[in-house]
């Protein structure tokens, strides 16, 4: 009998310790109802982290060599008119944010504080993030960067490594990226400062402003395509590539030094040109359809 009774009190305890547990852990993810955070342990070396947002910004910044992931939401609105999922698997963590459908008018009283998810990470990540509306920046991190953005502007700055973005509608920023790019904008002008190996860029409305910056060599087959929009283009000198320009309706600038091996002006306002940079090198192709294009070194 003596035996049973402890056993009982000591499960007891321990259920006891195990609530007590779950209550604080709960306390620390949600402080308000418009507060939520928590912190996740990740090695520091191998984290990834899939952050997905409805209606609200979201700001994502280096901690540097820290070991952990921390969430902070904010929002004028009680948190429980959305779907919050998260979950970690060893080093990665999986995060999203997103509105309740509803029915009818919704009026918000105040228009002052905005939804706003903020996330700080180690340095050294694999990051995926897909916003649906609001705005997504992006800075100090080292890793892989896919990015999803739908009504809202988008701004990396200091990443290194390999970024492939999609943006719909909103303007575009990146300074100082070094590594390779992928990126598709729909509506808004792109502004891209950053030292790449391979560039596949191409804008559909919006004017764009890129620059390679010094340093940069292309080691595989690169394209800008821009359907309609001015841009404005900036080489090192001493790139060395095989470059191909062709405009559609626009005047063409471009004071490269270029070894040419065929240049045509048509009386409609296209343009074609194709020569060698610096004793040539992969190819580069510039084609805009209707703008401006002006292209020059640094």
């Not at 852990?25 to 912190?39: E, F, I």
């Not at 005047?251 to 040539?280: A, F, K």
Request: hydrophobic share 35%; with cysteine; charged share 20%.
């Amino acid at each position: 009998m003596s035996f049973s009774g402890n056993r009982s009190t000591g499960s007891a305890a321990m259920i006891a310790a195990v609530a007590l547990s779950l209550a604080s852990s709960a306390a620390l993810a949600q402080s308000s109802d418009n507060d939520w955070q928590k912190v996740y342990a990740v090695s520091g070396w191998s984290a990834s982290l899939t952050v997905e947002t409805g209606d609200s910004g979201l700001e994502i910044r280096s901690c540097g060599e820290c070991k952990e992931i921390k969430v902070h939401v904010e929002s004028n609105r009680k948190l429980s008119e959305y779907n919050l999922e998260e979950r970690q698997e060893g080093d990665h963590v999986f995060f999203s944010f997103k509105e309740k459908p509803h029915m009818g008018v919704h009026i918000l009283w105040n228009e002052g504080r905005r939804t706003k998810v903020s996330v700080e990470t180690p340095m050294k990540l694999d990051l995926d993030a897909r916003v649906a509306d609001g705005s997504l920046s992006a800075s100090n991190l080292v890793g892989k960067v896919q990015i999803r953005a739908g009504d809202g502007s988008v701004a990396l700055d200091d990443i290194k490594g390999d970024v492939h973005l999609v943006s719909s509608d909103g303007s575009v920023s990146l300074r100082n990226v070094i590594g390779t790019l992928d990126a598709r904008g729909s509506d808004g002008s792109m502004k891209i400062d950053g030292q790449f190996s391979t560039v596949q860029l191409e804008t559909k409305d919006g004017n764009l402003d890129f620059t390679l910056a010094p340093g940069s060599q292309l080691t595989a087959e690169s394209r800008i395509k821009s359907s309609d929009g001015q841009v404005s283009i900036r080489l090192p000198q001493t790139l060395s590539a095989d470059v191909d320009v062709a405009t559609g309706d626009g005047h063409l600038i471009c004071t490269l030094p270029l070894t040419m091996d065929h240049y045509n002006s048509g009386e409609s306002g296209g343009h074609h040109l194709h020569g060698h940079l610096n004793s040539g090198g992969v190819p580069f192709s510039i084609h805009a359809s209707d703008g401006n294009v002006s292209i020059t070194t640094i």
